[in-house]
C-alpha cells in the first residue's frame, strides 16, 4: 500500500525532465536577481561603468557562470537574470538596451551578454551546483526606436495589426488602458502587442515553451503582468511547465490578489511600500507593515507562501540610498528571509550599494571586488543559513503562516516555529527590547540569536525577552535546530542529525539530478502525513 501511493505519486515528478521545476520545488530556494550587463564580465575585467549614461557596461553570461562560488557561498540556490532575447540595438535617446526589456526579436538572443552556448552553459553550470535558472520573459510589448514604430524591425511580429493601436498609458485606474495601451514614451514606444489575437497569443505560448524547453530553464520571472488580460496568462504558464512569477507593479493586495490566482506566484509589490518606509527611519509605521502583511495573506491564493519578497530591484531606489543607518538596514534585509515567501536578494545589496532610481540603481557589482568578508555579505550567508536550517528541522516550516506576536511603535517580534525574529527601526543609536511572552518555546529552552551568536533562554513558559545594541535585529533559533557541525553559530548549536538542520544552506542543495527526487520525495513524504 505505501508503496503503490507512493509510486503513483513520485511518478509524475520523474516524468519530468530534469529540472522543470514546479512551484513546490521553488518554495524552499532563495533567489539572487542579478543584471547581466551589470553583473561580472567574461574575462574578469573591470570596465569602468557609469550608470547615468544608460548603455552596456560588459557583463555576460559567461561572467555570471565565473561568480557563481560567490553567489552560492551566500547560500542562494537561484538566479534571476535579465531577459536573454535580442533587443534593440544602438543608443535610444533614452540609452541602449543593457537591461534586456527593450525586445525587438523574440527567437534571437541578445548577443552582448553572449551566444546560445554560453547560455546554455550558465544553466548547466547551475545545474550542476543544484542550483535553479530564472529567466525573465516580456511578453506584452517590443521596443521601437521611432515614434510611430518601424514595424517591420520587429521579428516575429512585423505589422502595425499585430499591435493594439497607439495610445500611452495615462489613467492606471482604467484597466483597459492599462492593458491595451502602450508603456514607454515616443523616444522608446513600448509597442503593445494584440494580446486579445488568437494567433498573437498562440504564438507567444509556443514560443514560451520553446524557449523554457530550449535554456532549461526552471522558473520564469514575467513582466509586466497586469498589462494583459488575466485569463491570457493560465495556458501562457501551462505551456512554460515551470515555475511563473509575476510582475504585478501595484501596491494593493485588492489589485494584486487576483493574479495570484493565474499564475504561481507574483512578487511581493504590496509588501514592499510598507516594508520600506517601516524600516526607513525611526519614525517609519510598523503597524502598516503588519496590516499589509496579514492583509497579503488572506487575499492572496496560497497565502504568502509563493510570493517573491524583497527589498531591493531593478526598477526601485535601493534602500540605502535612503539610509545608511546599518541597523535598519540590517532590520530590513532581514524580512525577505524570515517571512512565508521566497526571498529575493537584488545584486549588489550585499555590497552596500546605494544608487538611486533606475538607472543609478543597475551599478556594476566588478566595482566591488566581490569581496565577501564584508557585514552584509555575512548577513545574508546567516539570514539564508538559518532559514534552511528552519527548513530542515519543522518540516512545516514552509507552509506554516508567519504570526507577529508582539509589535509596539518601534519593534515586531515575527513567529515561524522554529524561528522567531526580534525586529525594530530604532536605529544604530537605539537598544531595542522585545517582550513576547507566549513565543512557544518550551519551558526555559535554549536559544541562539545567529546574528550576534549569543544565547538567550527561553522563559519558564516558553517566552522570550530579550534585548539587542546598536539596534540590530535579533534571529532566534533553539539550540536543538542549529546543528553542532554547521557554520551558524556552530559552538552554541546542540543539533546533530538530519532534523536539526546543516546550518549551512550549500549543502541542503544536492548535485544536479539528485535534487529533483530528493524533493519529490520530501513532498511525498509530506503528503503521506495527510
Ligand atoms: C526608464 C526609466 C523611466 C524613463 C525611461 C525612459 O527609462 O525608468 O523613468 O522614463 C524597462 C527598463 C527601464 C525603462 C523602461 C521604459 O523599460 O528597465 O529602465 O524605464 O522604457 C517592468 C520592468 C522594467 C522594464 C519594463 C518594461 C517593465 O521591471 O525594468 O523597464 O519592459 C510600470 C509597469 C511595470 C514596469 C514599470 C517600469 O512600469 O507596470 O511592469 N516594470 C505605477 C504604475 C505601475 C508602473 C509604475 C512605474 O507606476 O501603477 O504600473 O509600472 O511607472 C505604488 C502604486 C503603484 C505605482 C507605484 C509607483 O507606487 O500602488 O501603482 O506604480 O504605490
Ligand atoms: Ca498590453
Not at 352 to 381: C, I, M, Q
Not at 509 to 516: K, L, M, P, T, W
Request: glycine residues 8%; negative net charge.
Amino acid at each position: 500500500m505505501f508503496a503503490l501511493r507512493f509510486a503513483a505519486f513520485v511518478a509524475p515528478f520523474i516524468a519530468l525532465p530534469a529540472f522543470a521545476a514546479s512551484a513546490d520545488e521553488w518554495r524552499s530556494r532563495a533567489i539572487y536577481q542579478l543584471v547581466t550587463d551589470r553583473f561580472a564580465t567574461s574575462n574578469g575585467s573591470s570596465p569602468p561603468c557609469d550608470t547615468s549614461q544608460r548603455v552596456y557596461c560588459g557583463g555576460t553570461w559567461q561572467g555570471v557562470i565565473s561568480k557563481l562560488d560567490y553567489i552560492q557561498n551566500m547560500g542562494f540556490d537561484a538566479v534571476w537574470i535579465s531577459p536573454v532575447v535580442a533587443n534593440v540595438e544602438g543608443n535610444t535617446g533614452e540609452g541602449e538596451a543593457f537591461h534586456g526589456y527593450w525586445t525587438r526579436d523574440i527567437n534571437s538572443l541578445n548577443e552582448h551578454f553572449g551566444s546560445t552556448d554560453d547560455l546554455n552553459a550558465l544553466a548547466s553550470a547551475l545545474h550542476t551546483r543544484g542550483m535553479f535558472l530564472m529567466l525573465d520573459v516580456v511578453v506584452n510589448h517590443m521596443a521601437a526606436t521611432s515614434n510611430p514604430p518601424d514595424y517591420s524591425s520587429f521579428s516575429p511580429f512585423n505589422t502595425q495589426a499585430d499591435f493594439h493601436l497607439e495610445c500611452f498609458i495615462d489613467d492606471y485606474n482604467n484597466q483597459t488602458d492599462v492593458e491595451q495601451c502602450w508603456l514607454g514614451d515616443t523616444t522608446v514606444p513600448l509597442a503593445d502587442l494584440n494580446t486579445e489575437n488568437d494567433d498573437i497569443v498562440n504564438t507567444m505560448y509556443t514560443w514560451i515553451k520553446g524557449l523554457v524547453g530550449n535554456y532549461s530553464a526552471d522558473g520564469v520571472r514575467i513582466d509586466t503582468v497586469k498589462h494583459i488580460r488575466k485569463d491570457f496568462w493560465p495556458q501562457f504558464a501551462q505551456n512554460a511547465g515551470v515555475f511563473t512569477i509575476g510582475e504585478v507593479l501595484d501596491g494593493n493586495t485588492s489589485y494584486v490578489g487576483p493574479y495570484t490566482q493565474v499564475l504561481d506566484s507574483v512578487l511581493d509589490y504590496p509588501t514592499f511600500y510598507p516594508l520600506t518606509s517601516a524600516f526607513v527611519s525611526p519614525t517609519g509605521n510598523l503597524s502598516s507593515l503588519v496590516e499589509l502583511v496579514q492583509q497579503a495573506q488572506s487575499t492572496y491564493k496560497d497565502g504568502e507562501f509563493m510570493t517573491g519578497s524583497f527589498l531591493e530591484n531593478h526598477d526601485n531606489p535601493r534602500f540605502q540610498s535612503m539610509t545608511q543607518d546599518q541597523a535598519l538596514v540590517k532590520n530590513a534585509m532581514t524580512w525577505p528571509f524570515i517571512q512565508d515567501g521566497v526571498p529575493i536578494l537584488y545584486y549588489g545589496q550585499e555590497q552596500g550599494y546605494t544608487g538611486g532610481a533606475d538607472p543609478a540603481n543597475r551599478e556594476a557589482l566588478w566595482l566591488s571586488g566581490y569581496v565577501e568578508d564584508k557585514p552584509l555579505v555575512n548577513h545574508v550567508k546567516t539570514l539564508n543559513a538559518v532559514r534552511k536550517s528552519a527548513i530542515a528541522s519543522n518540516g512545516s516550516f514552509l507552509t506554516t503562516p508567519l504570526k507577529f506576536l508582539a509589535t509596539t511603535s518601534s519593534t515586531l517580534a515575527v513567529s515561524k516555529p522554529p524561528l522567531l525574529a526580534l525586529l525594530s527601526n530604532g536605529g544604530n543609536a537605539s537598544s531595542p527590547s522585545w517582550s513576547v511572552p507566549n513565543a512557544g518555546y518550551a519551558a526555559n529552552e535554549p536559544l541562539v540569536d545567529v546574528v550576534s551568536c549569543a544565547s538567550v533562554t527561553a522563559d519558564s513558559n516558553g517566552g522570550v525577552s530579550a534585548s539587542s545594541q546598536g539596534g540590530v535585529p535579533m534571529v532566534l533559533m533553539p539550540a536543538s535546530a542549529l546543528n553542532k557541525s554547521g557554520s551558524v553559530c556552530s559552538n552554541l548549536a546542540t543539533g546533530s542529525g538530519s532534523g536539526s538542520g546543516s546550518g549551512n544552506a550549500a549543502s541542503a542543495v544536492g548535485a544536479s539530478g539528485g535534487i529533483i527526487l530528493a524533493a519529490a520525495l520530501a513532498a511525498a513524504a509530506s503528503y503521506m502525513l495527510l
